[in-house]
């Protein structure tokens, strides 16, 4: 009994787990459908900026912005990477209008940055390495987990100006991808960084 029970196990993993390739590819095509309906579409992003102490406690006045939030994509030429980026067009600071030509702070978000989802297109897969780490439940709904982590490491690239300092760590993310079981649409995304890093006496985690 305990041999048929470890065999029916056996089996039910293997029809649970799915193909990781066939996954890549499914998810990759549901990416790429979600940037073509994004285009048409504008939305809101409300930032809240908190500088902590050493401590982790808050330290000073915060920092509150609201974006106009669009997606482009455009489509590759010949040769080239589709690509993907978030373009913001400030709204509002501290809840009111933001002026002409407004200046962003250290740590405001960048007017245009990569679309996050953009890792799971077919021509950025070969940068990361992936696996199915399981299935589980998001917001009582069944999920399935999918894991990346960068392939290579890069240097890491540290610039100053004025009191802000900028680091750049190509290579040094790693993160989870919550999908749906059956659509194989993302439900949610988790990013962080594969280790510490730091410079100048800061913390970067």
């Known amino acids: 009994m ?7 196990a056996s089996v039910s993993a293997q029809v649970q787990a799915p193909d990781l390739d066939a996954l890549l ?10 940037y073509a309906r994004a285009v048409s579409l504008v939305c809101t992003e409300k930032v809240t900026i908190q500088p902590v102490g ?12 609201e974006y106009e939030l669009r997606v482009a994509w455009e ?64 917001r009582n709904r069944a999920a399935l987990i999918l894991a990346y982590k960068s392939r290579v490491e890069g240097k890491p690239t540290v610039t ?5 300092t900028n680091v750049d760590l190509p290579g040094w993310t790693k993160g989870r991808l919550w999908l749906d079981p059956a659509t194989h649409d993302v439900l949610r995304f988790e ?15």
Not at 2 to 8: D, P, V
Not at 160 to 164: A, L, N, S
């Open 75 to 138: 489509k590759p030429n010949d040769g080239d990477k589709p690509e993907a980026t978030v373009l913001r067009q400030l709204k509002r600071i501290n809840g009111r209008e933001a002026r002409p030509g407004a200046e962003p702070q250290c740590l405001d978000p960048r007017a245009v940055s990569p679309e996050p989802l953009a890792l799971l297109l077919p021509s950025n897969r070969e940068d990361y390495v992936f696996s199915v780490t399981g299935a589980c439940r998001d």
């Open 160 to 164: 100053t100006k004025d009191d802000c």
């Open 191 to 205: 990013e962080s960084l594969t280790k510490r890093f730091v410079t100048a006496g800061r913390l970067v985690k």
């Open 2 to 8: 305990a041999i048929a029970a470890m065999l029916a």
């Open 54 to 65: 050493h401590n982790m406690m808050p330290e000073g006045f915060g920092r509150s912005l």
């Open 25 to 34: 590819t499914d998810v990759g095509e549901r990416v790429r459908q979600f």
